[in-house]
Structure formats: C-alpha cells, structure tokens
C-alpha cells in the first residue's frame, strides 16, 4: 500500500458544491487509501475480500476482517458498520451493498448513508473509498451523498466558534479510479438535481411564518437566479380576478397572506415544442378554514405547499442540468386561513373554465385551488402531458402509508412511465383507480360540482381535479399526503423532516421520456 499517494491526491481534490447553509461540500479525489481520518467503504453481501476492503485489511493487519466477523457484518443492504477508533483512523464506516444487481438506485442509497453519516459527523473530511472506474458509478454514489447529508439548521444558533469544525461542515469525497470524468458526470447531470432537491426541502421546512405565497415567489426566483432560458410569470389578486379564478381565490380570501399563481418556465428544447407542465399544490399553511382541523399536529401543515415546492423543484433541475427539454412549473399558493373573510361551506365558487362548484368542506382546498391551476396551465401553455403533485388526502395515507404516493391516471402509457420512474429513482408511486362513479360522488344540487364527500376520499378527489383537463390531455395526479414529511427515521437518501418526494421521479421520468 502506497501511502504516500493519498497525500499527493489530497493536493488534487476538486472542490464542487457549496449551500447557504452548512452542509458537507462534495469533491472527488484520485483513488487512494488514507492512511487516517474518517473513511467509508462499500462492501457487497458475504464482505469480498476485494477492493478498500482488502487494502484496509491489510493495511490494519486484519483487523478489519476480525471486526466484521465479530460484529456479524455480513455486507447487506441497508446495513452499515461504525468502527469509531479503528487502526490509525478516527473511523470508518462500513455500508452493505446487498447481492442485488448494482443499479443507480442502490449506488444512489449506499451514498445516501454515507451523506447521512457524514451530515452528523464532526469530522473536517469523510472519504468514501470506490476503487471502481466507471464514471456513471461515482456520479450515482456522489448524487447520493448530496442528497443522504441534507441538514436544516437556519434557525439554530451557534455556539462560540471554537474553532473546531461543526457537524455536517467540510467535505466529503468520493476517491473513485473514475478520473475526472466523475466529477464531469456528477456535476453536468446530477449535482444539479441534488441540488434542487435540497432547494425543495429548504422551503418545505421552513414554518409558514417565513414562507407564504409571496416569499415562496421570492425565493423561487432566487433559486434560478442565473440560469439561462427561464422566465417567470406571477399572478396576483387582481390578475385572478380578471381571469376569473374563483378557486384560488376562495381559498386565499381568509388569510392576511394574498394568493399568487407562480409560472416558472424553462425553454430547453426546440422552440415552438409544447412543454411538460408539472402543477404542485402550494397551500403554505393549512388550518382547514372555516372547516377547522383539530389541532394536535397542525404544525405539520406547513408542508401542504410540498408539490408546489416539487413542481417547480423539478424545473429548477431540468434547468440546472441543461436539460434539453421545454417545462413548465405552476405552483398554486394560498394559505388557508379562517377568518371573517374566509369562505364558508356551502358557499358556491365559479372557477376560471366557467364550472361551478359548492363547497362541503374549505379543508378540501388543494383540489380548489388546483382547479384553476390546470385550466390555467392548459389553456395559457398548452403543455403535451400534465402532472398534478399534490398533499392531497389523508385517505391516501390511510391506504399506502409512507411507501407510496398515489397515482390516479385515465392514461395508461403515461401512468406505467411514473411507475416506471418511481422504481428506478426510488420515489415509488402506487396506482389506484379512477372509477367512472365518483363523477357521481361529485353531483351538487345547485352547482356544476361538489368539492368533497362520497366515495374513496383519495380517488375523488383526483377525479375532481381532472374535471378541469380535456380528457385527451395525458393528465396523471400524484398524491404525496404520505411522502411529503418523516417524522421518524428517515430514508438514506432522504433524512428526517421534508423528502421533496417527486423531485426525482419526475426528474427521472423526463430523463426517460421527453430527453
Ligand atoms: N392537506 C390536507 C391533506 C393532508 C393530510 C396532507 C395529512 C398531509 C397529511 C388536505 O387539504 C385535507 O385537508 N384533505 C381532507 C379532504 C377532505 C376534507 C375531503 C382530508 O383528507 O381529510
Ligand atoms: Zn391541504
Ligand atoms: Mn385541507
């Protein structure tokens, strides 16, 4: 073992990533093993006597090969080994790879908990050691990383600087036999999706005191400031009105916060190409209205605006990887507030398109405001495929808990796409039917529509929303109600706290579909 070699290859580092807030700055460095400091290795089903892990072995004269035996470490996946005071190094952690098939999903996770690792680690460098020399592979586990070592602490002050560096600070860095053209990999195509995924979880976490239709607006632009071929389009209050957005307007008419349409557009394609149109729910606060919610847990409802957050998250990465694709991105934003001037049950809306539709329930409002949001979209960007993401429904909880968001799609091409997408990204959709009786679950007495009631709460509620779309419009609406917060332990590449679940499905599906 050379030794030597890693302090040459520290000297070559390349340093790619910085946040706002601290978080671990991900860089690639020659292959090499340390001969100290905090290292990860990867290790398959059955532990290999191969690659770091043997030179480590070696290096430490066995010792590795006794502490895994001892420790019952058998490699699988989603396991990991901590061996704090190891040989000559501070630590090193041991990730299971599995058996399976390696895929990007798998190198994705295993640098997930590496990133998730390090996010709590006090140390200045995490190296994660990858002795293989496939670009794509490095790129996957670096993209991992970024995404498991996501951190909030905006709001946290800081001690008296001691000088010694704060948990989840400094680097991490993959040494991988890849070369440069990782580091070129990783941030051409997927550091900006990390990227964007982090800038989704930023607002999603932030408490709806910071963030409401206006500053969700204001930090949107911030977030694309400087890519090219982005424009934006704001709707205010009088701009609703003139068009006639009962819906987005009845829920935003309690709270002190005025409703906004936000368009963010990105042109990467052929011009004169339709674009895709992802449209996210963006309630920034939701009390229920009039229809109040019991108030164990209502915190939680700042994360109402998650699709709209996701929506325009996905476009924040098309546009940041350069995709060559058009998109759009709509988020609805209302906060909805009771009040004397907040709308009532039983009131009845006219919305943009001219349908009607009475109110059961002001807490059935993401279906509101999300029906002059498709219109809208259809109409003003005649978009070829339309994806509607939404914390729509507890039913969908209820049903598919935190492993699944649901799918409701009349299009069944469009619908095993998402499928198809969620199983490679590893943001997993499950679908569920639309059946031709919840139109009549939505009968009104005295209005075109009712907006709740009836049949399966998660499904009638999708088809709600599609009464706005032309049925040869593919339209597919997710429900994320599950995947949008985790209140326990987290996925690796998804800690605790806001996922910004769909940002990589519908990333994914671009990729896929439309590049
Ligand atoms: N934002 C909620 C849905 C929700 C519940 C999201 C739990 C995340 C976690 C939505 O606006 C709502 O209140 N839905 C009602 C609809 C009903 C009134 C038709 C629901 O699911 O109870
Ligand atoms: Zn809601
Ligand atoms: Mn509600």
């Keep these: ?50 690659g770091a892990f043997a030179q480590l072995d070696d290096a430490s004269n066995g010792a590795l090969r006794r502490a895994v035996d001892a420790a019952d470490f058998k490699g699988k996946a989603e396991s990991k080994l901590d061996l704090p005071g190891f040989a000559g190094y501070d630590r090193v952690l041991l990730v299971g790879a599995g058996d399976k098939p390696v895929t990007p999903r798998l190198l994705q996770d295993v640098g997930g908990t590496v990133g998730a690792f390090a996010g709590g680690s006090r140390a200045p460098r995490v190296e994660l050691l990858w002795s293989g020399n496939e670009p794509d592979a490095a790129a996957h586990l670096a993209t991992g990383a970024q995404l498991g070592a996501y951190t909030f602490d905006t709001y946290k002050s800081r001690d008296e600087d001691d000088g010694a560096p704060k948990a989840g600070e400094g680097e991490l860095v993959i040494r991988t036999a890849a070369g440069e053209a990782a580091s070129d990999r990783f941030q051409r195509d997927w550091q900006p999706l990390a990227t ?71 042109n990467g394609g052929a011009a004169g190409e339709a674009p895709v149109a992802f449209v996210g729910k963006g309630i920034t606060f939701d009390t229920g209205g009039i229809s109040i919610k019991p108030s164990s847990n209502l915190w939680r409802m700042k994360y109402d605006m998650t699709g709209a957050a996701v929506a325009t998250g996905t476009v924040l990465a098309l546009a940041g990887r350069r995709a060559p694709v058009n998109a759009v991105g709509v988020a609805a934003l209302a906060e909805n507030m009771p009040s004397g001037t907040a709308g009532r049950p039983g009131d009845v809306i006219t919305t943009m398109s001219g349908k009607t539709f009475e109110v059961m329930s002001t807490d059935a409002e993401g279906r509101m405001v999300l029906s002059d949001a498709v219109y809208y979209t259809q109409q003003q960007y005649k978009p070829k495929v339309m994806v509607d993401i939404a914390t729509l429904t507890g039913a969908v909880v209820s049903a598919l808990g935190d492993e699944y968001a649901g799918l409701f799609s009349r299009h069944d091409d469009l619908a095993e796409q998402l499928i198809a997408a969620g199983e490679a990204s590893g943001e997993e959709v499950w679908r569920l039917p639309l059946h031709p009786s919840y139109a009549k679950d939505l009968e009104s007495p005295i209005a075109d529509l009712r907006n709740g009631g009836g049949g399966p709460g998660a499904g009638v509620g999708a088809h709600f929303i599609g009464e706005w779309v032309d049925e040869a419009l593919p339209l597919a609406h997710l429900d994320i109600a599950g995947m949008a917060w985790r209140e326990s332990a987290g996925t690796a590449t998804s800690p605790k706290g806001a996922t910004a679940f769909g940002v990589r499905l519908l990333d994914r599906y671009v990729r896929d579909q439309h590049e």
């Design 1 to 50: 073992m050379n030794l030597k070699l890693s302090v040459l290859a520290c000297a070559a580092l390349s340093v790619l990533a910085a946040e706002a807030h601290a978080a671990r700055t991900i860089a690639f460095a020659p292959y090499a093993l340390p001969d100290s400091g905090t290292v990860a290795i990867v290790v398959r089903d059955g532990v290999p006597d191969e």
């Design 196 to 266: 964007a995924v982090h800038a989704a979880r930023d607002l999603v976490t932030e408490p709806a005191n910071t963030i409401y239709p206006e500053t969700f607006v204001e930090r949107i632009r911030e977030a694309f400031d400087g890519l090219p071929n982005v424009s934006f389009e704001v709707l205010d209050v009088a701009d609703m009105k003139r068009l006639g957005m009962g819906g987005l307007l009845a829920v935003g008419q309690g709270s002190q916060r005025p409703p906004r349409l936000l368009v963010v557009r990105y």
